[in-house]
């Protein structure tokens, strides 16, 4: 069966962040007022890997159940790393982990126990500032993904499907990106087709937050058809999850979000038991 | 009036794992062989992957239930001290921002208590009682025969997300509806087998197989040496990779 192989430090998986860091990501989008699209990106992606880095977390450290890249797309196509990582294509989630730009307090509103919320100090680590500069080159981006990843699955033939999370606004200045997405669902280890998760953040008006459709009925314009249409299907499990987390996916149901949170992604792979009333 | 019990846990860590990263537990240590006892407490605990130090958290929970001091009907109280006792224990020295995040979230384990009573009878039957959060489960044998399962019946009740008793207390706040209780009476020459998940999956699907699953588990650390047992269950994919504790219990 598919998707089912053992995630484990002797057979990781991998997860590979394709981000837009295109001049137009400079504009606003509708998430929140005033905000550009390229820190709805840096949110995105740092929030992404805080909770893939939590996911991994024992009292011993880190355990390297995924190797992790971030490839950026704009003035220049390369791995978007700084400080330590600079340069590298992939590394153990727990380089990843110890290598943060810089480490932020937040405040985050939790459950008192009594039927109230408190706020509460949180460590939020920063890989990424937002970056906007030069065209959208998505076509020559996802070929980038799809070298890296041949290579990885070269040397892990049976892992668990590797991961794309491509974060954009969609609008591809390089051609028609249909046809490199599907070059890239097309790879696979022994056990299924690498997983393909557009995140479309968008600064057309008409665009309500969406999860997981199964149509791109309801899609505001090209740009999100374009992105629902090369997404993957979510895999059985993934969707029992969504389930779990309020979503109702359909069995069509697609990797794709609109203005919406992605970390279910990273909730919705299994390496181990995962109570019910952990939140 | 007491029953004599020859009893051994049997345990193994998840393949490809060290053995201090096992992270269930149980109750007594030590095996026994025909010891006479008025009362007699074992449990077993299955700490969760997913969460961090949850391998300390499964020995306190064992500890204290098999010493009286978890209160079924009194859980969420009588589990503070437990989770003060675990917070203290990781509260120790500064951790790095990943590991502060994951203990902020707490810890996880299931338990499954098992009290046998010798009562006044003549040593020949007795009351059982058993007590459970997740999914480690018991089954009761006698004559070659299953009389009893708990918490669990059958291998599609697993799942990959069970409710489990938390350090924090505001994660057992619906605690009441998923702590699981039961009684019964044992006879002399019965066998309870207290098993944590991947091992109670596979024997259910034995006998849902129309298997004697029993023999097996009769036969471990006598005839059938447990660890490479479960090493040949996990290469043929029979069992789910993870840390595996078999208690067994026999009544003379």
Not at chain 1, 168 to 174: I, V
């Amino acid at each position: 069966m598919a998707y089912s192989a053992e995630i484990s430090r002797n057979n990781p998986s991998c997860f590979l962040f394709l981000i837009d860091q295109s001049g137009s990501m400079a504009d606003t989008f509708t998430g929140e007022a005033g905000k550009k699209k390229a820190d709805g990106v840096a949110d995105a992606i740092n929030k992404l890997l805080q909770n893939l880095v939590i996911r991994c977390a024992k009292e011993e450290g880190v355990r390297d159940y995924f190797h992790v890249g971030v490839l950026g797309y704009g003035a220049n196509i390369g791995p978007a790393f700084g400080g330590a990582l600079a340069g590298k294509e992939l590394a153990p989630i727990s380089e990843i982990a110890n290598s943060p730009a810089r480490i932020e307090e937040r405040n985050k509103k939790v459950d008192d126990g009594a039927g109230g919320l408190i706020d509460q100090k949180i460590k939020f680590p920063i890989w990424f500032e937002p970056t906007s500069s030069g065209g959208t080159p998505m076509c020559q981006a996802l070929n980038g993904v799809k070298g890296i990843l041949q290579r990885w699955l070269g040397q892990h033939p049976n892992c668990f499907p590797p991961a794309v999370i491509h974060i954009t606004d969609g609008e591809s200045t390089d051609g028609d990106p249909g046809q490199a997405m599907s070059d890239l669902k097309a790879l696979s280890s022994n056990d299924g087709n690498v997983l393909l998760f557009n995140l479309h953040i968008s600064s057309n008006a008409n665009a309500q937050p969406i999860a997981f459709p199964d149509s791109s009925a309801s899609l505001p314009d090209q740009y999100s058809r374009l992105l629902f249409d090369g997404a993957s299907v979510l895999t059985p499990f993934m969707r029992s999850e969504a389930s779990n987390h309020g979503f109702n996916p359909s069995e069509g149901a697609k990797c794709f979000v609109l203005n919406a949170d992605l970390v279910l992604v990273i909730q919705a792979l299994d390496i181990g038991t995962k109570p019910s009333n952990l939140r | 009036m007491t029953m004599r019990l020859f009893y051994e846990a049997m345990w193994i860590q998840k393949a490809g794992s060290p053995e201090e990263e096992y992270e269930d537990a149980f109750w007594p240590r030590r095996s026994v062989s025909g010891e006479s006892r008025q009362k007699e407490t074992f449990a077993i605990a299955d700490g969760a992957t997913e969460s961090s130090f949850s391998g300390v958290w499964a020995k306190q929970l064992v500890r204290a239930y098999c010493r009286g001091r978890i209160d079924p009907l009194r859980t969420n109280t009588s589990l503070l001290p437990k989770q003060r006792g675990w917070a203290r224990f990781v509260g120790r020295k500064p951790l790095p921002w990943y590991a502060e995040e994951k203990i902020r979230n707490g810890t996880f384990s299931t338990i499954l208590g098992l009290t046998l009573d010798a009562g006044s009878e003549n040593g020949r039957s007795g009351a059982w009682n058993a007590f459970a959060v997740g999914d480690s489960c018991f089954v009761h044998i006698r004559d070659e025969e299953i009389l009893s399962t708990f918490p669990l019946s059958n291998a599609a009740e697993f799942n990959n997300s069970p409710f489990l008793l938390g350090s924090n207390p505001e994660s057992n706040k619906d605690i009441e509806i998923h702590i699981q209780t039961a009684k019964g009476r044992w006879e002399s020459e019965d066998t309870f087998y207290l098993m944590t998940d991947a091992l109670a999956a596979w024997f259910f699907r034995e006998v849902e197989d129309n298997g004697t699953p029993w023999r097996s588990l009769r036969d471990l650390n006598r005839d059938l040496p447990f660890r490479p047992w479960i090493e040949d269950l996990r290469t043929k994919k029979q069992i789910r990779n993870d840390d595996v504790t078999l208690y067994r219990i026999e009544i003379e």
